[in-house]
């Protein structure tokens, strides 16, 4: 039992801290200061109190304690700091000397307080008690003696688990840095940014990222701060923030340039397409993907040029040239045949299935979607799976089918939640919000809806507001809310005057038809709206130089044919082009 005199001087001393107090005690029993006396089963105190020597911080306690340790037990204490709170035995054997006793000199520690085993099996692994007691130990280290350390230490990861660097990619690059040797760092800290992407890890991949773009700007490594400032745009992407992606991928671009790297250069313009695809800069993205589709010809990457022929035709069918996105995704389709590329040629089916549905092909769109559904389910990749899946919902959900289109949203949903992708989320949002409606299930069709606007609205996607905003005007005049009718028109009306002819959407016309059905036959804005629609279809129908596919655009698809009979209400003859 301590006096009443030391016990208040040491809990003044360490402020609250039990660590602080439990570190004080341990020292004072080292020391000899304090006895355990078996005979009273107490401890006693073998001095008086004023004698009494205790440091004034923490980190004086903790180093007087590790000063009176033996030798070799501090140098493994200090071995171990620098590894890291938590050490793994083998890491440790690695470095020492053998003749270190190491067993010994842990049993020693532990008796101390200082480590404690962690886990034994599969592997040995111990830790710092607390951290402040590995800072102590760090902090007694030469900055010379713990970059050597630390180069060590590096190098007997590297040794150790030679077919789990991937797993090990942090910690090599956290110990390569503090080797001061950025130039090994930077490709351990771009690995473990992209096992964070893979985990949908976004803030632990932008700050092992960041860190690899500062070391390369520091040392000059010109094409390392390329990689990391490309793949710092994926993360950006992912997380919805488009402008701060175009900026890491357009001087990402300018350095890969400089270098001639053409290859390299084909991915970032693809990258750079797509981006701009999201944002509805539908002429930049194009301009953009061709440059790619040059470059993957100039260096004959026969794996690249279907794959930016898909981004392409996507495009181009976001701008109304249906025709024209066949054309592309039909060649994309042959290379990958001819490369026997199946998650490639997957793809390219679910592309042409999706262009078979906005010429109102059904027949071709269903044979083309059910191949991409087959093949993607013997390659088993997620991204090309989801790709399949949301296809297949709107073609699903175009021809009334709502519990299967229901179905494959759901899938959809969760592979962009799982992997942090705002805009696939907002895509599988209203596809799901529209075959919740199709199911009757009204509250749940709001949700998504609300959802869906709110993530685009988030990312800037303005041009694809309309479909939300359809979707919750349709269920304000189901549910009879003249008020909420009311408002969702108007916001509604302001996005089709915006981008009349909605490139980017599912269905293209269809917010027309919401719009249109939320005024009575007696209101002008209707007529008005009715002959905007035909207009925009009968300009849509003479771009298509197939006569048959012409005839299928305008009357197997549902919405089209409610624009024509809305034409034909207003007496204004026939939508069809000549």
């Not at 750079?272 to 470059?295: H, I, M, T, V």
Request: overall charge negative.
């Amino acid at each position: 039992i301590l006096p009443a005199e030391l016990r208040s001087h040491i809990l003044d001393r360490a402020e609250s801290n039990p660590f602080y107090v439990e570190e004080i005690v341990r020292s004072l029993m080292d020391t000899g200061v304090i006895r355990y006396d078996p005979g009273l089963g107490l401890w006693q105190l073998t001095q008086e109190p004023a004698a009494v020597t205790i440091p004034d911080t923490l980190q004086g306690v903790l180093l007087a304690r590790m000063d009176r340790l033996p030798a070799e037990a501090r140098r493994v204490l200090q071995v171990a700091a620098v590894i890291g709170r938590l050490f793994p035995y083998s890491v440790l054997a690695a470095i020492l000397p053998t003749d270190f006793n190491l067993d010994r000199q842990l049993a020693v520690l532990e008796e101390t307080g200082m480590v404690r085993e962690r886990v034994r099996e599969p592997e040995r692994e111990l830790i710092f008690k607390h951290q402040l007691t590995q800072e102590a130990a760090y902090s007694g280290l030469l900055s010379a003696e713990r970059r050597a350390l630390h180069r060590e230490v590096a190098q007997a990861i590297k040794a150790l688990f030679p077919d789990r660097l991937w797993a090990h990619a942090g910690l090599l690059a956290h110990h390569w840095q503090a080797a001061g040797e950025p130039n090994r760092a930077i490709p351990h800290l771009v690995r473990a940014g992209g096992a964070a992407v893979t985990r949908s890890a976004h803030a632990e991949a932008e700050a092992y990222l960041r860190r690899a773009l500062v070391l390369a700007q520091e040392t000059g490594l010109m094409l390392a701060e390329a990689d990391a400032l490309s793949r710092l745009a994926v993360v950006s992407r992912n997380q919805g923030n488009y402008p701060e992606a175009a900026r890491y991928l357009e001087r990402s671009l300018e350095i890969y340039h400089r270098f001639s790297n053409r290859r390299r250069e084909a991915t970032l313009w693809a990258h750079l397409g797509r981006l701009n695809q999201r944002r509805g800069d539908f002429e930049s993205a194009q301009k953009q993907l061709l440059c790619a589709l040059e470059s993957t010809r100039l260096v004959h990457d026969r794996h690249g040029e279907p794959a930016v022929l898909r981004d392409l035709g996507g495009v181009i069918l976001d701008q109304g040239d249906l025709e024209a996105a066949v054309a592309c995704f039909q060649e994309a389709l042959a290379l990958e045949q001819q490369l026997q590329d199946l998650p490639g040629v997957s793809l390219s089916l679910a592309c042409l299935a999706n262009a078979w549905r906005r010429l109102g092909d059904f027949s071709a769109a269903r044979q083309a979607a059910l191949e991409s559904v087959d093949l993607s389910a013997r390659v088993h990749q997620p991204e090309v799976e989801a790709w399949v899946a949301l296809v297949s919902a709107w073609l699903l959900d175009e021809l009334g089918e709502a519990s299967e289109a229901h179905r494959h949203a759901r899938l959809v949903l969760q592979f962009a939640q799982q992997r942090g992708d705002r805009a696939i989320e907002g895509d599988a949002r209203v596809v799901l919000a529209n075959a919740l409606f199709g199911l009757g299930r009204f509250s749940e069709a709001r949700v998504s809806f609300e959802a869906a606007a709110e993530i685009r609205a988030a990312l800037g996607e303005t041009h694809l507001l309309a479909e939300p905003f359809a979707g919750l005007l349709r269920l304000a005049l189901k549910w009879g809310d003249t008020a909420e009718v009311a408002a969702k028109r108007v916001a509604l009306r302001e996005q089709l005057e915006r981008f009349s002819m909605q490139p980017g959407t599912i269905r293209p016309l269809a917010s027309y038809i919401a719009l249109i059905a939320s005024l009575s036959p007696e209101d002008p804005d209707r007529d008005v709206l009715a002959h905007t629609a035909c207009e925009l279809l009968s300009t849509q129908a003479a771009r298509i130089t197939s006569a048959p596919l012409r005839q299928a655009y305008l009357n197997h698809i549902p919405v089209h044919q409610i624009i024509q009979q809305e034409a034909q209400r207003l007496v204004v003859g026939d939508c069809q082009s000549p």
